[in-house]
């Protein structure tokens, strides 16, 4: 058996490339929390065909082309988001609840096991490098299950890492602060994407329906905290401050519901246990100016489901070096981009949040 904590792209892809094995997929929540939009570029269909799923098996509007792609970062004067951020042209912001259900129902479909609303009590690695996780359900209660292997998929939490003593290195604070607007039907919005940054961190904002918008603020933790920004009220007067970001909420509806995420940079270390791999945001999560998130979770994932089949049936410890090797290499690559893209920005100078990404990093 292998265990896959929230991991959907590795389940799906040790179910179908390896069926002899028992998967089973753990998750803490009801999977109906809120799954923000993200903005993913054309390569995620190529990932997507090694799962064997096409875009046409996720419905209607999962995939929305973004048209109008604009950043005013650096400079206060629009400029192609793509010039500075990405060499892809063509992108889409994706349905994440209809993605999630989608990817679920193929776990079901390929005979995986889920357990939702399960919270993982213990990991205790027995003598023959098994996996003994202890769980806990509000209706079944408390059980436990043996796995051969174990995936951590828990997001930038890295609840397992954390859990299993696994070392993981984080770079900043970074936190998002959002919100979903509501425009009335007079107003049809079009399929844009547009950043701000402003003195303090920078504005993300992108549709998400017709008549639907997703902002979300970002700054460092303690910046938002100290000023209250993750307020309903602290929220709404900073967006007042900004150029472009209040023009286009203008009429919106905002019922004063706010969402907060953490956003920060890290890199655990998968080679400190056996019989153990961390995928996606717990192997390596980055900042989400890059885009890097959905694509590196499931490029991972994949990688990591073969390993699995490959040491499930001989094992050799350098699969697992390889693979680290691999995510440090992304990572790496990942912090040069960060570093050209924040230091692009040098209209504050005295400012904390950016002096911070503005040295050497």
């Not at 269909?45 to 098996?57: G, H, N, S, V």
């Not at 890059?290 to 490959?310: E, K, N, R, Y």
Request: proline share 4%; glycine share 6%.
């Amino acid at each position: 058996m292998a265990a896959a904590l929230r991991g959907l792209p590795p389940t799906i892809s040790l179910l179908h490339y390896g069926a002899k094995h028992a998967v089973t997929l753990i998750e803490r929540s009801a999977l109906d929390n809120r799954r923000v939009g993200e903005h993913v570029s054309a390569g995620i269909f190529e990932l997507l065909q090694y799962l064997q799923l096409k875009p046409a098996d996720f419905g209607p509007g999962t995939f929305l082309p973004t048209y109008g792609n604009t950043a005013y970062w650096g400079i206060d004067q629009p400029i192609l988001r793509d010039s500075i951020f990405t060499t892809e042209s063509a992108s889409y912001q994706l349905d994440r609840d209809q993605f999630d259900l989608t990817l679920l129902n193929q776990v079901s479909q390929k005979g995986g096991t889920i357990f939702p609303r399960t919270k993982c009590t213990q990991f205790v690695q027995l003598a023959d490098k098994r996996w003994k996780v202890g769980m806990k359900h509000p209706v079944a209660g408390a059980f436990t299950i043996t796995a051969k292997f174990l995936i951590d998929a828990s997001g930038r939490n890295a609840h397992v890492c954390r859990q299993i003593g696994i070392g993981t290195k984080r770079m900043d604070q970074l936190m998002a602060v959002g919100a979903v607007l509501q425009f009335g039907e007079e107003r049809v919005l079009q399929q844009d994407v547009l950043l701000e940054t402003v003195e303090n961190g920078w504005w993300y904002s992108a549709t998400l329906s017709p008549h639907t918008m997703t902002i979300i603020f970002f700054s460092d933790a303690d910046l938002i905290s100290e000023n209250e920004w993750h307020t309903p009220a602290g929220w709404n007067k900073l967006l007042q401050t900004t150029s472009r970001m209040k023009q286009l909420v203008r009429g919106a509806h905002n019922n004063g519901a706010l969402w907060v995420r953490s956003a920060h940079t890290q890199l655990s270390n998968s080679r400190e246990r056996e019989n153990f791999l961390a995928i996606g945001d717990a192997a390596a999560s980055f900042d989400p100016v890059s885009s890097m998130g959905i694509g590196f979770a499931i490029t991972s994932a994949c990688h990591a489901a073969a390993i699995v089949q490959a040491e499930l049936s001989a094992p050799d410890p350098k699969r697992i070096e390889a693979y680290q090797q691999d995510i440090e290499r992304n990572f790496e690559n990942y912090h040069a981009l960060r570093q050209r893209i924040y230091q692009q920005e040098q209209r504050w100078p005295l400012s904390t949040f950016w002096m911070r990404r503005n040295r050497k990093m």
